[in-house]
């Protein structure tokens, strides 16, 4: 028969409590749900009851997040599910790394944060070297976090321009095929940056700055024979890149500039025959000086909690051998011919 024990967690502020607990107290749930523990509020404190080790991951997991609200942070079903698998992983004594710098204000006035250790790593390899490559799954911040990276330069004048740019792969249909002239047909390619640009400065204000020069979104094949200086330069999707055109792009930097590298190398879209840009130039630029090269996980993803779940799956389901179908039996009853 399995040990029962019990904990008292001691809380300082019920303000804290509140935002720990969430709305009808779905995060307390997920606690108990994931770590298989009852969880009973007395006052202020909380009585956690459970096997001994689950009992003692639960009580890491609420101290870590009333430390968070103690901060000011928004406790939300992403940020309980991160700290849960921080505990598990024994790595909770960097919660205190969670979100203590703030990267940039939006429009609205929404503060933009690191949400997880691997961002703010990826953030700090971006404020301390020249060229930044970040790699990992879709929804773990990669191009948000290095347009708002690029926005609070340009704000605090550190550099003159942003420049955002992409490479204009045919996923499945061709650029010739589409309606519009040139600029609309890139457009589409180019979309996810002027919503990040749009979020972090407001449509008016990025319209002004875009007809003055200041802010330039535009697809790869623009970035030829340029020399950049005082900029902010990202290059978004980047493992749609070819191993040319990733050299074309690194050599535009100039003085004063700064580059960030973002893609997914589990997303490639070139024919078979060419090689990435982005897979090689993780393997030549490994050892530069002034070149910081950041991977997050899954862990790190920031969107809905089923995201998570799907990269996590297709990891798997790619570890495992491709098991080949048997070919069907000839049917005997078949006439010959």
């Not at 249909?173 to 600029?183: S, T, V």
């Amino acid at each position: 028969m399995s040990q029962i024990t019990e904990r008292i967690v001691s809380v300082e502020r019920v303000e804290d409590l509140i935002a720990v607990f969430g709305s009808f107290d779905e995060n307390i749930r997920r606690i108990e749900e994931e770590l298989s523990v009852t969880i009973i509020n007395r006052g202020e404190e909380l009585k956690i009851t459970g096997e001994p080790e689950r009992v003692d991951k639960a009580a890491r997991t609420v101290e870590g997040l009333l430390s968070l609200a103690a901060r000011g942070e928004t406790i939300d079903e992403q940020r309980v599910r991160y700290l849960i698998t921080l505990v598990q992983e024994g790595n909770d004594a960097l919660v205190s790394q969670m979100a203590m710098d703030v990267v940039c204000i939006t429009a609205k006035g929404k503060p933009i944060k690191a949400k997880t250790v691997g961002q703010q790593k990826y953030m700090k390899a971006i404020q301390n070297n020249t060229v930044t490559i970040g790699v990992g799954p879709a929804g773990t911040g990669k191009t948000y976090l290095a347009v708002a990276a690029a926005v609070a330069a340009f704000r605090e004048r550190t550099v003159n321009r942003i420049i955002l740019t992409r490479p204009a792969v045919e996923a499945g249909e061709r650029l010739g095929f589409l309606p519009g002239d040139l600029q609309n047909k890139v457009d589409p390619y180019l979309r996810p940056l002027y919503d990040a640009l749009y979020d972090m400065l407001g449509p008016e204000t990025f319209q002004k700055y875009q007809e003055r020069g200041a802010i330039e979104v535009a697809p790869l094949a623009y970035m030829r024979g340029r020399t950049l200086d005082d900029s902010f330069i990202i290059l978004d999707e980047a493992q749609n890149t070819t191993r040319e055109q990733m050299k074309m792009f690194l050599t535009r930097l100039g003085f004063g500039s700064k580059i960030v590298i973002t893609g997914d190398i589990t997303q490639i879209d070139l024919p078979d025959d060419k090689v990435s840009g982005l897979k090689d130039a993780i393997r030549v630029l490994e050892s530069v000086k002034d070149i910081a090269i950041c991977k997050l996980s899954s862990a790190d993803v920031v969107r809905h909690a089923l995201v998570q779940q799907i990269i996590n799956a297709y990891e798997k389901a790619n570890q495992k051998p491709e098991v080949k179908s048997a070919p069907m039996p000839r049917n005997h009853t078949q006439r010959k011919k």
